[in-house]
């Protein structure tokens, strides 16, 4: 494996769905001098990042699609509760669907796994 090689892994739906094939593979591609990028939809918290911890992840850069949109201050439309009880801003249509492929075009990403397809239409690697 490369040392430029880069791998995108999303947190809820990929890493968590199979923790431990991820901790091999994030570790076997750190190890060998490559980087790994984990791309969240959520506020990157500590609680994340323990729970990322606690999976045996590693990774070398993280990214939240959701602090990059309150960062540059995008349009909202509200707010939004989830079951757990967080509240979280809600976006307009159309501007979180890009957010990822536009990061890993940026970061020269080799290859972003994701559970979420609309986000194909996107990426062109």
Not at 48 to 57: A, F, H, K, R
Request: hydrophobic letters at 35%.
């Amino acid at each position: 494996m490369s040392k430029n090689f880069k791998l995108g892994l999303d947190l809820h739906g990929v890493i968590d769905s199979i923790p431990d094939e991820f901790k091999f593979l994030s570790n076997a591609i750190v190890s060998a001098g490559g980087e790994v990028h984990i791309l969240t939809g959520g506020s990157w918290t500590d609680e994340l990042e323990n729970q990322v911890i606690s999976y045996g992840i590693r990774w070398t850069h993280k990214f939240s699609v959701y602090d990059h949109l309150i960062e540059i201050d995008s349009n909202t439309i509200g707010e939004i509760q989830f079951p757990d009880g967080t509240i979280q801003k809600k976006f307009e249509n159309g501007c979180w669907d890009h957010i990822k492929a536009d990061y890993c075009r940026k970061h020269n990403i080799s290859l972003h796994i994701d559970d979420t397809l609309i986000y194909n239409d996107f990426f062109t690697t």
